[in-house]
Nanobody, 124 residues
């Protein structure tokens, strides 16, 4: 019923840009906060950014602040992660997840639904 589909990953050279998309099915993003996460090989999953359901305010991990931008298009039920000035250490599988409830996870939410992830590989 409720599904998230992340897409847009691929191979990009260091210093380049890439835009990821997260499309919702079974719910509308204006009712949920959306978080972007990533997991690199051998590392734990980490929060990258989040965008609120109420006003679209955003937060970013220190590692991506100033380089990544999260936005939403409510008409398309899509959330984006624009990634600029990519570095090799940005290489990871990127996931989007939705949250309706507050919790102890990234940005203070409880994420209940997760996309399948999309692989971003940054070559140096």
């Amino acid at each position: 019923d409720v599904q998230l589909q992340a897409s847009g990953g691929g191979l990009v050279q260091a210093g380049g840009s890439l835009r990821l998309s997260c499309v919702a099915s079974g719910f509308t993003f204006d009712d949920y906060a959306i978080g972007w996460f990533r997991q690199a090989p051998g590392k734990e999953r980490e929060g990258v950014s989040c965008i609120s359901s109420s006003d679209g305010s955003t937060n970013y991990a220190d590692s991506v602040k100033g380089r990544f931008t999260t936005s939403r298009d409510l008409a398309k039920n899509t959330v984006y992660l624009q990634m600029n000035s990519l570095k090799a250490e940005d290489t990871a599988v990127y996931y989007c997840a939705s949250a309706e409830l507050y919790g102890s996870d990234w940005c203070g939410y409880k994420y209940d639904y997760w996309g399948q992830g999309t692989l971003v590989t940054v070559s140096s």
